[in-house]
């Protein structure tokens, strides 16, 4: 089984050299390909029971339940790329897995609780994204349903806030969505838990983070909010894998993972929660809550840039509390200055991210641009949490950029003398009238939303790049998670050049009747062998030799050359997203090939280039060897789905035959060329 989580071909370079390796000793192989698109080639229960061991080389988790029973070898897809033949001998001698008891390994060989260096933080951020991803429908539909009830059921009240009439309709919906708000923090934590520990970290999971998140545990007027439930999912799931590694007696082994592991650690977990990290948070809680009110007398722009931050730090935990309830207390004593400063800073935090997936668009996976809206609209009803998903994705990218627009947000709201008579904050309070000083407000909301939009991507920027120095190996997962960075699971940010994967067979798939859009008998240029690639490669996109001789240069003279075909509107965003793609890990794939890669609308139509370096360019490939052959493919986002995942597939199966390799390095011209490229189908 071969799978990647996003990126180059891996999945289907590593099946085909397998394939080639086990032909080529003797043995019968069969390689089922997981990818973004599902599975393809997949192992029936017939296939496993007669096979003699299975490799896994994966990059992501991939279910081993049907594998109980048999020798299993897991490594990272790359070493199924560079060493076939050592896996296959390997297998033969592998421990046999057991099922749950025996953990999650991760790629590479090091399992949950390993130290296998580089590969211990790609569990990590695996696993993190693994609960960002589950946590992202409880936040949208939770949020939703409160936003939507609030705008059509509620009324400022001051002494209450937004209140909403008991026993209405829209009261109903409002505690529909709630719930689903108390449940993204256990199940952020639940299945962060999941990803390391397996099925029985799961359940402690979920329950440290209720924990977690229900401060009236351990004393706190504030849970701990998503920070507490990445805190506890992480320790679920590694007390999980740490109790598996216990010796017990056989007649003990089949209750471990159902009923002793899981009470033992939710036990464990929520017990320590309560009595040694509840109580500083409670102790951080108060003690805040008494210095700000000796701050109250200070300057209004210090103030509202402090309360500012405290609101965009944590979205819901003890120091956005501590912000929001001091600021809620002062109300009733006449001082509405305070909660007015919290009111513009309430819904900076998912204006702001959802303003980045606006400005960065390409940058960001499908499901994160749907998210990005979604936190628009749950900003203007005040909703912060909105802001979750991409904070608890790459909390070190976006909680700055948050709280430095919740900071300015704030600080021109204490500036403007902004008031607001309700416990609530966002545009729906100037709506309906509770907020004093409505242009102020909004000025104030807009520039801590457009800062924190622009930090977001700055950030990110700075990240990509540095990233972009120092990729070497096969290309990171996205996922996901905020502009510029990878979530799981999710494609990355920079998603916009995607991965390729899983490609179904059939009328759309390889050698199918109809080989996807724009197919053509013959070639579109009428000049050289037609069906090549599906006529998305012409004579005019190929060149026998690049006259660069560095990456970014090569990228730009493929872009220049794919150009040539018509098909290119902006030759330079065309290039921007491909080195933006690069950035998130290299595109070469080793021997001596590079295929960079780009979904982007700065083409009309999907078009693939080829060009020859005769010296090589050093593309960062996993094998340290040069990059002689060189593809560049680019297609229209709308466009880009199966299609572009079908080309990568066709062209990295075809290219891990070395006499192909050979035979298309020694074409002696353009016509010859396409003669070669012609046989990819």
Not at 432 to 441: D, E, Y
Not at 488 to 508: K, T
Not at 545 to 561: F, H, N, Q, S, T
Request: glycine share 16%; with cysteine; aromatic share 6%.
């Amino acid at each position: 089984m071969t799978a990647c989580p996003t990126g180059i071909a891996h999945t289907y370079m590593a099946a085909e050299k397998l394939t080639q390796a086990a032909t080529a000793l003797g043995h019968a192989i069969k390689v089922e390909t997981q990818g973004s698109i599902g599975a393809e080639n997949v192992l029936s229960d017939n296939d496993v029971r007669h096979a003699d061991g299975v490799i896994i080389a994966a990059d992501k988790d991939v279910d081993r339940s049907r594998f109980i029973g048999k020798r299993v070898l897991a490594v990272g897809v790359a070493d199924g790329i560079r060493h076939p033949e050592e896996l296959i001998e390997r297998v033969r001698h592998a421990p046999v897995y057991r099922g749950e008891g025996d953990g999650r390994a991760a790629p590479g060989g090091a399992g949950p609780g390993g130290t296998s260096g580089g590969k211990e933080r790609s569990v990590v951020y695996k696993a993190l994204m693994n609960g960002v991803s589950y946590m992202i429908p409880f936040v949208v539909v939770g949020g939703l349903l409160i936003a939507v009830s609030l705008a059509l059921g509620g009324h400022a009240n001051p002494s209450g806030g937004l209140v909403i009439p008991d026993g209405s309709f829209w009261k109903h919906v409002n505690d529909i969505g709630t719930i689903g708000f108390t449940l993204m923090v256990p199940v952020l934590s639940g299945y962060i838990a999941y990803a390391i520990g397996d099925r029985p970290a799961l359940v402690p999971g979920m329950i440290g983070g209720w924990v977690a998140n229900t401060g009236a545990l351990y004393g706190s007027k504030a849970g701990a909010g998503f920070i507490g439930a990445i805190v506890t999912g992480f320790l679920a799931g590694y007390l999980v894998v740490w109790i598996k590694k216990a010796k017990v007696p056989k007649f003990v082994q089949p209750i471990m993972p159902i009923i002793v592991i899981p009470i033992v650690a939710t036990t464990a977990l929520g017990l320590f929660f309560v009595y040694v990290i509840g109580r500083p948070i409670s102790w951080i809680f108060e003690h805040l809550t008494s210095w700000l009110g000796g701050m109250t007398g200070s300057s209004a722009v210090l103030l509202g840039a402090l309360l500012g931050l405290m609101i965009a730090f944590d979205m819901g935990g003890p120091v956005n509390k501590t912000a929001f309830l001091f600021g809620a207390g002062l109300i009733a004593s006449g001082n509405q200055n305070v909660m007015g400063m919290c009111a513009a800073a309430i819904p900076v935090m998912p204006l702001g991210q959802g303003l980045a997936t606006l400005i960065r668009r390409r940058r960001y996976a499908q499901q994160e641009r749907e998210t990005g809206m979604a936190a628009l609209f749950m900003g203007l009803f005040g909703i912060s949490e909105g802001a979750i998903p991409f904070a608890a994705a790459r909390p070190g990218q976006v909680i700055p950029a948050n709280m430095l627009g919740g900071a300015v947000a704030g600080a021109v709201a204490g500036m403007a003398g902004v008031t607001d008579a309700v416990p609530h904050g966002g545009p729906i309070v100037a709506v309906l009238g509770a907020v004093g000083g409505v242009p102020a407000f909004f000025m104030a909301v807009a520039a801590g939303s457009v800062v924190t939009a622009l930090a977001t991507v700055t950030i990110a920027d700075l990240a990509e790049r540095g990233k972009g120095r120092t990729a070497v190996g096969s290309a990171a997962g996205s996922a996901v998670p905020v502009a510029g960075s990878a979530v799981p699971a999710m494609a990355g940010p920079a998603a916009g050049a995607g991965a390729a994967d899983a490609v179904p067979d059939g009328p759309s798939g390889p050698g199918g009747p109809d080989a996807g859009p724009g197919r053509s008998d013959g070639d579109r240029d009428g000049d050289g062998p037609g069906d090549v690639l599906s006529g998305y490669l012409t004579r005019r996109t190929v060149r026998t030799r690049l006259v660069a001789d560095g990456k970014e240069a090569a990228i730009r003279e493929m872009a220049e050359l794919a150009a040539a075909g018509g098909k290119v509107a902006d030759v330079g965003e065309l290039v921007r997203v491909a080195l933006a793609r690069e950035a998130q890990g290299t595109t070469g794939l080793g021997e001596e090939i590079a295929i960079p890669h780009a979904k982007t609308d700065a083409v009309t139509a999907p078009v693939v280039g080829f060009a020859r370096s005769a010296d090589g360019i050093d593309w960062g490939s996993p094998d340290g060897t040069l990059a002689k052959l060189v593809f560049l493919i680019a297609v229209p986002e709308a466009a880009a789905g199966d299609e572009h995942l079908r080309i990568l597939a066709l062209l990295s199966r075809k290219l891990m035959d070395a006499d192909f390799r050979v035979r298309l390095g020694s074409a002696p011209d353009e016509a010859a060329v396409l003669a070669v490229l012609s046989e990819i189908r």
